[in-house]
């Protein structure tokens, strides 16, 4: 792919389906109570913005508009303590979905700055599946261990704020 039109549209769709992912995973971690976990989800969350940063500053450089955010779809859990552990396993499935179907097309891509961008944007994603997976199978340290005197007792809200 040669063509700064062939690459813009690339990438505002790479950034379009990107973002819609990132919306959902926003949406899962309201359903995840656990801190440790929820904790995981908020890393990820705060990669994945730091992802379309980088995609909005390579429209910029091409001169292409940034687009708006997709609609947002509806994330529900069934009834559970457990509940959202399939919402993670969906979360990994679609990481997954979302790598195989970028990884071709981003090997057609010939800017090597973009092609190399987009490349750590679906490594980490991968990485990403994978505390996805972690979470769906009950792993709570995701992103570390605890140490004893640092129990997490209670439930992290749903909501940020609460007035």
């Known amino acids: 792919m040669s063509t700064t039109t062939a690459l813009s549209d690339l990438i505002t769709e790479f950034l379009r389906e990107r973002t819609a992912l990132l919306m959902r995973h926003e949406d899962v971690a309201t359903f995840v109570t656990g801190y440790d976990i929820n904790n995981a989800y908020q890393y990820i969350i705060a990669r994945e913005q730091t992802h379309l940063s980088w995609l909005q500053h390579a429209l910029l450089d091409l001169g292409t508009p940034i687009p708006g955010d997709p609609p947002r779809d509806t994330v529900s859990a069934t009834k559970g303590a457990d509940a959202w552990k399939a919402l993670a396993a969906d979360d990994a499935r679609l990481n997954a979905q979302f790598v195989d179907t970028w990884r071709p097309r981003v090997e057609t891509v010939s800017h090597a700055r973009h092609r190399g961008m987009l490349n750590v944007i679906l490594g980490e994603m991968l990485e990403?599946?994978?505390?996805?997976?972690?979470?769906?199978?009950?792993?709570?340290?995701?992103?570390?261990?605890?140490l004893s005197y640092n129990d997490h007792p209670g439930a992290v809200m749903g909501a940020r704020w609460v007035e």
């Open 128 to 146: 990403h599946k994978r505390l996805f997976d972690q979470a769906a199978a009950g792993n709570t340290g995701l992103i570390g261990t605890s």
